[in-house]
């Protein structure tokens, strides 16, 4: 009955849309509020990111320094506040060398840890979640050493931080690989000797297309209701209870909800404005940075041969 | 030879038939641990699919934390051990593992194995060089036995 | 007969006056507002003024700002000789400061620790008059203490110029009287008599020193009318076993017998939030100096983001002042450094942080 009943709503829910955009047509509103919340939409194909990284190199900044926008909630909204914060971040990047890095990336970071023995700890990892705004923006990063799984979350802007070194620059298929918890280990395993991999200058971010396998069940989570493009042997461990179940929950109109997509992103002109001030000092910086890998290739077989 | 075969399957599958706190993860009365030393007893129990189970965490929370010390039964036996590594969210840089993991100690904090085989967390030197007393027990002994450190 | 009696009647009552009528008014005023506090939203309409004389009020308005904005820099005011002035001992009290709560972020410390922070604006807080103790005569709240009370002034503190236009005339007159536009807050705050300051003169975050302590008062977020469990964490009761309807409730709040009735100060539904609540002891860690904003130790300062708080000078006795603080407040400097940090505080554009091997 309740399955009746949901599917029902569905239906309803998807009719309304349509009488929405088609009476919209009718009206006399302008069609610019139809186009206003596309551009704010995260996640991109990636297609349109190159397009949009040739028109404007504004857009391609919301995802390779997605911790420049604030939080969305008007309740914790204040311009000083944010000019403040960012020219905090501004300052931190002016000293150590924050690289360009997404979810599924694998990275190396170098801290100085009072409690080592040499005190400085370095952990290789692939990033798993990327969140928080601000200085508050934080990574984690998952391997598996020794066959135990460990995973470390590092504030990006702590000044303990000593370098943070990407080994190999990619994408993964979804925003958060916390599935890789209940992978098989190998999908998670990365030595710590690893040699960083070079992209030559002007190619897009490739997308890692591997599909991970995971183990029996019991998951932490209930992977299956989380429409998983990374993972490839869901379907085999379920019952036809949790098939059923993920139909009911499934909320399949949530990505017709302008308003929460509204709610949850920056204005574009917010965001225009944002990026117009960081602009000049994020350039120079990735000009200074281009300027020292350079300088590393150069000088790694001299140290090679020391 | 195919019995303990089947029961190892069965550890695997499941260790633990019901959460007490699913979304914390908190190391309580009656949590099962991984010992990760080489000492016979723990070894036999983790073969045999015996994981240890807590009967005392020695603090006032009764929660176990990084460091802290737990009374564990295992094959019949009540023994002592240090928390070497929890599934629980942890502080920022302060590394969280797959699994919750104990090295067996005895009273004076002396380890029963020689060797530990998973990477253990720094910030256990600090806090177990903090739990030492120079009349009880020494905790450090532990550390010389680790293999590596996150 | 008859009408001799009908005479005498009405001669008594014409005797009968209605001011021998005797009644009883012996009570003081149960609350006497100060002469400052005057009704102050306007409500206006815009029908009659024409498109010139808009525009006429608008040219008027940027003049008398910018008037206001020079003021602030280069009235003989904003440079007080500090060393005329009376010196400070450990008993005077100086003005405080209106700030207003924009958020919070994290610092580190040098020590490779997070502390999270609260930062506080102070916008544009000019002193708007002082009345000395002699003159200054609040409404009586309790019974006379008879003992020797140590007198203290008034000086009223303004913050955030707002158009003259949206408030009433009283209002406004206040701050005609010494030459400044309105602002939207106004407080008092009570300064011993050698720490007054005439009018006019602006305030800026450096009134305070980074490493102080400082109390802070505002409202509490405001949540309505709440039931037990939030406004005072009652437990509440069992969800099942056979409790019905009161799984949130307060159950009994008082025993019969004797004292068959609800005791003062019991704990119960009600308005929770929008109180004035102080926050003492507050460690100021960081202060820039060219927008007026301090950052303070910890989230727990009151209100949401955008509340308006008062800063003073903390009254606990081991966190007060050692050594003089800037008395009777900053002067305006120019070459002031742009930021001050607490030496617990690692600055971003320092180094990393490396430890030592010891």
């Given at each position: 009955?309740?399955?009746?009943?949901?599917?029902?709503?569905?239906?309803?829910?998807?009719?309304?849309?349509?009488?929405?955009?088609?009476?919209?047509?009718?009206?006399?509103?302008?069609?610019?509020?139809?186009?206003?919340?596309?551009?704010?939409?995260?996640?991109?194909?990636?297609?349109?990111?190159?397009?949009?990284?040739?028109?404007?190199?504004?857009?391609?900044?919301?995802?390779?320094?997605?911790?420049?926008?604030?939080?969305?909630?008007?309740?914790?909204?204040?311009?000083?506040?944010?000019?403040?914060?960012?020219?905090?971040?501004?300052?931190?990047?002016?000293?150590?060398?924050?690289?360009?890095?997404?979810?599924?990336?694998?990275?190396?970071?170098?801290?100085?840890?009072?409690?080592?023995?040499?005190?400085?700890?370095?952990?290789?990892?692939?990033?798993?979640?990327?969140?928080?705004?601000?200085?508050?923006?934080?990574?984690?990063?998952?391997?598996?050493?020794?066959?135990?799984?460990?995973?470390?979350?590092?504030?990006?802007?702590?000044?303990?931080?000593?370098?943070?070194?990407?080994?190999?620059?990619?994408?993964?298929?979804?925003?958060?690989?916390?599935?890789?918890?209940?992978?098989?280990?190998?999908?998670?395993?990365?030595?710590?000797?690893?040699?960083?991999?070079?992209?030559?200058?002007?190619?897009?971010?490739?997308?890692?297309?591997?599909?991970?396998?995971?183990?029996?069940?019991?998951?932490?989570?209930?992977?299956?209701?989380?429409?998983?493009?990374?993972?490839?042997?869901?379907?085999?461990?379920?019952?036809?209870?949790?098939?059923?179940?993920?139909?009911?929950?499934?909320?399949?109109?949530?990505?017709?909800?302008?308003?929460?997509?509204?709610?949850?992103?920056?204005?574009?002109?917010?965001?225009?404005?944002?990026?117009?001030?960081?602009?000049?000092?994020?350039?120079?910086?990735?000009?200074?940075?281009?300027?020292?890998?350079?300088?590393?290739?150069?000088?790694?077989?001299?140290?090679?041969?020391? | 030879?195919?019995?303990?075969?089947?029961?190892?399957?069965?550890?695997?599958?499941?260790?633990?038939?019901?959460?007490?706190?699913?979304?914390?993860?908190?190391?309580?009365?009656?949590?099962?641990?991984?010992?990760?030393?080489?000492?016979?007893?723990?070894?036999?129990?983790?073969?045999?699919?015996?994981?240890?189970?807590?009967?005392?965490?020695?603090?006032?929370?009764?929660?176990?934390?990084?460091?802290?010390?737990?009374?564990?039964?295992?094959?019949?036996?009540?023994?002592?051990?240090?928390?070497?590594?929890?599934?629980?969210?942890?502080?920022?840089?302060?590394?969280?593992?797959?699994?919750?993991?104990?090295?067996?100690?005895?009273?004076?904090?002396?380890?029963?194995?020689?060797?530990?085989?998973?990477?253990?967390?720094?910030?256990?030197?600090?806090?177990?060089?903090?739990?030492?007393?120079?009349?009880?027990?020494?905790?450090?002994?532990?550390?010389?036995?680790?293999?590596?450190?996150? | 007969?008859?009408?001799?009696?009908?005479?005498?009647?009405?001669?008594?009552?014409?005797?009968?006056?209605?001011?021998?009528?005797?009644?009883?008014?012996?009570?003081?005023?149960?609350?006497?507002?100060?002469?400052?506090?005057?009704?102050?939203?306007?409500?206006?309409?815009?029908?009659?003024?024409?498109?010139?004389?808009?525009?006429?009020?608008?040219?008027?308005?940027?003049?008398?700002?910018?008037?206001?904005?020079?003021?602030?820099?280069?009235?003989?005011?904003?440079?007080?000789?500090?060393?005329?002035?009376?010196?400070?001992?450990?008993?005077?009290?100086?003005?405080?400061?209106i700030a207003r709560k924009i958020g919070n972020y994290p610092l580190w410390s040098k020590d490779g620790k997070k502390v999270q922070t609260t930062l506080l604006q102070v916008v544009d807080n000019h002193?708007?008059?002082?009345?000395?103790?002699?003159?200054?005569?609040?409404?009586?709240?309790?019974?006379?203490?008879?003992?020797?009370?140590?007198?203290?002034?008034?000086?009223?503190?303004?913050?955030?110029?707002?158009?003259?236009?949206?408030?009433?005339?009283?209002?406004?007159?206040?701050?005609?009287?010494?030459?400044?536009?309105?602002?939207?807050?106004?407080?008092?705050?009570?300064?011993?008599?050698?720490?007054?300051?005439?009018?006019?003169?602006?305030?800026?975050?450096?009134?305070?020193?980074?490493?102080?302590?400082?109390?802070?008062?505002?409202?509490?977020?405001?949540?309505?009318?709440?039931?037990?469990?939030?406004?005072?964490?009652?437990?509440?009761?069992?969800?099942?076993?056979?409790?019905?309807?009161?799984?949130?409730?307060?159950?009994?709040?008082?025993?019969?017998?004797?004292?068959?009735?609800?005791?003062?100060?019991?704990?119960?539904?009600?308005?929770?939030?929008?109180?004035?609540?102080?926050?003492?002891?507050?460690?100021?860690?960081?202060?820039?100096?060219?927008?007026?904003?301090?950052?303070?130790?910890?989230?727990?300062?009151?209100?949401?983001?955008?509340?308006?708080?008062?800063?003073?000078?903390?009254?606990?006795?081991?966190?007060?002042?050692?050594?003089?603080?800037?008395?009777?407040?900053?002067?305006?400097?120019?070459?002031?450094?742009?930021?001050?940090?607490?030496?617990?505080?690692?600055?971003?554009?320092?180094?990393?942080?490396?430890?030592?091997?010891?």
């Amino acid at each position: 009955m309740a399955l009746a009943i949901r599917r029902y709503n569905d239906i309803l829910c998807a009719t309304k849309w349509f009488i929405r955009r088609d009476c919209r047509v009718f009206s006399t509103l302008p069609e610019t509020v139809e186009q206003y919340p596309k551009p704010q939409v995260v996640k991109e194909q990636r297609s349109s990111r190159i397009r949009a990284n040739a028109s404007n190199p504004k857009l391609a900044y919301r995802q390779i320094y997605p911790e420049f926008l604030p939080d969305p909630n008007p309740k914790w909204r204040n311009s000083l506040r944010e000019k403040l914060e960012r020219a905090d971040m501004l300052k931190r990047r002016s000293q150590i060398d924050i690289p360009e890095f997404y979810v599924g990336s694998i990275l190396a970071v170098t801290v100085a840890d009072p409690h080592a023995q040499g005190k400085v700890t370095k952990f290789v990892g692939i990033c798993i979640e990327r969140k928080g705004c601000g200085l508050r923006a934080e990574f984690t990063l998952r391997n598996v050493v020794d066959h135990q799984g460990v995973e470390v979350r590092y504030d990006l802007y702590d000044p303990t931080v000593q370098k943070i070194q990407v080994l190999r620059l990619e994408k993964r298929l979804d925003d958060k690989l916390f599935y890789l918890r209940d992978a098989l280990p190998e999908y998670s395993t990365f030595a710590f000797d690893m040699d960083p991999e070079i992209l030559p200058e002007g190619t897009p971010v490739p997308v890692n297309a591997v599909q991970v396998i995971l183990k029996p069940r019991p998951w932490l989570e209930r992977w299956e209701r989380q429409e998983l493009k990374g993972v490839a042997n869901i379907e085999e461990h379920l019952k036809e209870k949790d098939r059923v179940r993920r139909e009911l929950r499934a909320t399949p109109w949530e990505k017709y909800d302008l308003m929460k997509t509204y709610r949850k992103t920056i204005p574009v002109e917010d965001q225009n404005k944002i990026w117009a001030e960081v602009n000049s000092q994020l350039e120079q910086l990735q000009l200074t940075r281009k300027k020292m890998s350079r300088k590393r290739i150069f000088n790694t077989p001299k140290v090679q041969l020391g | 030879m195919l019995k303990s075969l089947i029961k190892k399957l069965h550890v695997v599958q499941s260790s633990c038939g019901f959460h007490t706190t699913a979304s914390l993860n908190e190391v309580r009365l009656l949590t099962r641990l991984r010992v990760v030393d080489n000492s016979e007893i723990g070894k036999r129990a983790m073969a045999e699919g015996k994981p240890p189970k807590i009967i005392c965490v020695y603090n006032k929370q009764r929660v176990g934390y990084i460091g802290d010390r737990v009374l564990v039964a295992i094959k019949g036996q009540k023994k002592k051990g240090i928390l070497v590594g929890l599934k629980q969210t942890q502080k920022v840089k302060v590394p969280k593992f797959d699994s919750n993991n104990v090295v067996l100690i005895d009273d004076n904090g002396t380890p029963l194995g020689n060797r530990i085989h998973v990477p253990i967390p720094t910030i256990l030197r600090t806090i177990l060089k903090e739990k030492t007393h120079s009349k009880g027990a020494d905790y450090t002994k532990l550390l010389s036995i680790a293999t590596r450190f996150v | 007969m008859a009408t001799t009696n009908l005479n005498i009647l009405r001669n008594a009552l014409n005797k009968l006056r209605i001011d021998h009528v005797f009644t009883r008014s012996f009570q003081t005023p149960k609350f006497r507002p100060p002469h400052w506090y005057l009704p102050k939203d306007r409500v206006g309409s815009e029908e009659s003024l024409t498109q010139e004389n808009k525009k006429f009020i608008e040219e008027v308005m940027q003049e008398r700002m910018k008037a206001q904005a020079m003021l602030e820099t280069e009235s003989p005011l904003s440079n007080i000789d500090t060393s005329q002035t009376a010196q400070w001992n450990p008993l005077t009290r100086r003005v405080g400061l209106i700030a207003r709560k924009i958020g919070n972020y994290p610092l580190w410390s040098k020590d490779g620790k997070k502390v999270q922070t609260t930062l506080l604006q102070v916008v544009d807080n000019h002193v708007i008059k002082y009345i000395p103790p002699e003159e200054f005569n609040p409404m009586i709240i309790r019974k006379p203490v008879w003992k020797e009370k140590k007198k203290l002034g008034c000086l009223l503190v303004g913050a955030e110029t707002i158009d003259p236009s949206t408030v009433t005339k009283e209002y406004c007159g206040l701050f005609n009287q010494v030459g400044m536009l309105p602002k939207r807050i106004l407080c008092r705050f009570m300064v011993s008599p050698n720490a007054c300051l005439p009018s006019g003169t602006p305030l800026f975050a450096t009134h305070f020193r980074v490493g102080d302590h400082i109390d802070i008062r505002s409202k509490t977020m405001d949540r309505g009318f709440q039931g037990v469990m939030k406004r005072w964490g009652f437990k509440g009761m069992p969800a099942s076993h056979g409790v019905t309807k009161t799984h949130r409730r307060p159950g009994n709040i008082g025993a019969g017998g004797e004292k068959a009735r609800v005791w003062p100060g019991t704990k119960m539904p009600g308005h929770m939030g929008n109180r004035w609540r102080t926050l003492r002891g507050v460690k100021i860690l960081r202060i820039n100096v060219k927008h007026n904003v301090i950052w303070t130790l910890g989230v727990a300062i009151p209100g949401e983001t955008g509340a308006m708080c008062y800063l003073f000078d903390t009254v606990l006795p081991l966190k007060k002042h050692k050594t003089s603080p800037p008395f009777p407040t900053q002067p305006l400097i120019k070459d002031l450094p742009l930021e001050y940090y607490d030496e617990s505080i690692q600055p971003f554009d320092n180094n990393s942080i490396t430890f030592e091997e010891t």
